[in-house]
C-alpha cells in the first residue's frame, strides 16, 4: 500500500524566503512522486513530478524538490518566495504505472507575507 | 501541460435530482479519466477510475449506483449524482492519463450544492 505524508498543514513565510514544503512517503513499489499546487476553487496544476530518472526534479515556477531514498521523502523547496505562490500544495504518490492512481498526502496551505 | 475541461464550474440544485457533470480532455485522448471528490480544506479522495469503453471501477465506499460514470469516448466522462443530497454537496475533480505510467492532468472542477 502507498501513502504520503505531509507535515504542517499550514506553512508561512516571507516574500523572498526560503519555502520549504515537507513530504514522507511510503510504498511497497518504486514510487512515482508528484507535488501539485492548487489556487482557491480550480483544479490542480502539476508543478513537478519523479520518475525515477534524476533525483533533484525542476519544476516550473522556480520549485524543485529531490527524493531521497533513505529518507523516503521528497519536500519541495524553492529559494525565493513571491506573493502569487500562496496556495494549497498537494503531494502525491503513484504505483508508477500499474493502475495510474494517485493517493494524495492532506495539503499544505501556504501563506505568503509582504 | 494537456487541457482537461469540466462543465459546469458550479451547479446548485434541489434535493432528489440528479446532476450530471462532463469532464473531456481537450488536446489529447485519454485512456482512463479519474473522479475526485474535495472536501472544504481537504485532501481529494479518489472515488472512481474510468477506461473508455468499459465499466468504471469504484473505490471502496463510493456507492456506484449513486454516482454514475460513463467513458463514452477517448475524449470525454460523465459523472451523474443521481438523486442528489445535502451530503453530496462537494467539489468534484477529474482527471485524464493518457497512457500507462503517464502524469494525470486536472480539470478546473465542479463545485455541487445540493439545497
Known amino acids: 500500500a502507498q501513502s504520503v505524508t505531509q507535515l504542517g498543514s499550514h506553512v508561512s513565510v516571507s516574500e523572498g524566503a526560503l519555502v520549504l514544503l515537507r513530504c514522507n512517503y511510503s510504498?511497497?513499489?518504486?514510487?512515482?512522486l508528484f507535488w501539485y499546487v492548487q489556487y482557491p476553487n480550480q483544479g490542480l496544476q502539476l508543478l513537478l513530478k519523479?520518475?525515477?530518472?534524476?533525483?533533484l526534479v525542476k519544476g516550473i515556477n522556480g520549485f524543485e524538490a529531490e527524493f531521497k531514498k533513505s529518507e523516503t521523502s521528497f519536500h519541495l523547496t524553492k529559494p525565493s518566495a513571491h506573493m502569487s505562490d500562496a496556495a494549497e500544495y498537494f503531494c502525491?504518490?503513484?504505483?508508477?504505472?500499474?493502475?495510474?492512481?494517485?493517493?494524495f498526502g492532506t495539503g499544505t496551505l501556504l501563506a505568503v507575507q509582504p | 501541460g494537456a487541457v482537461v475541461s469540466q462543465h459546469p464550474s458550479r451547479v446548485i440544485c434541489k434535493s432528489g435530482t440528479s446532476v450530471k457533470i462532463e469532464c473531456r480532455s481537450l488536446?489529447?485522448?485519454?485512456?482512463?479519466m479519474f473522479w475526485y471528490r474535495q472536501f472544504p480544506k481537504q485532501s481529494l479522495m479518489l472515488m472512481a477510475t474510468?477506461?473508455?469503453?468499459?465499466?468504471?471501477?469504484?473505490e471502496q465506499g463510493v456507492e456506484k449506483d449513486k454516482f454514475l460514470i460513463n467513458h463514452a469516448s477517448l475524449t470525454l466522462s460523465t459523472l451523474t449524482v443521481t438523486s442528489a443530497h445535502p451530503e453530496d454537496s462537494s467539489f468534484y475533480i477529474c482527471?485524464?492519463?493518457?497512457?500507462?505510467?503517464?502524469?494525470?492532468?486536472f480539470g478546473p472542477g465542479t463545485r455541487l450544492t445540493v439545497l
Open positions: 502525491a504518490v503513484s504505483d508508477g504505472g500499474a493502475t495510474n492512481k494517485l493517493i
Open positions: 482527471s485524464s492519463v493518457a497512457g500507462k505510467a503517464d502524469t494525470q492532468y
Open positions: 474510468s477506461n473508455e469503453g468499459s465499466k468504471a471501477t469504484y
Open positions: 510504498s511497497s513499489v518504486p514510487p512515482y
Open positions: 488536446d489529447f485522448q485519454a485512456t482512463t
Open positions: 519523479y520518475t525515477s530518472a534524476a533525483t
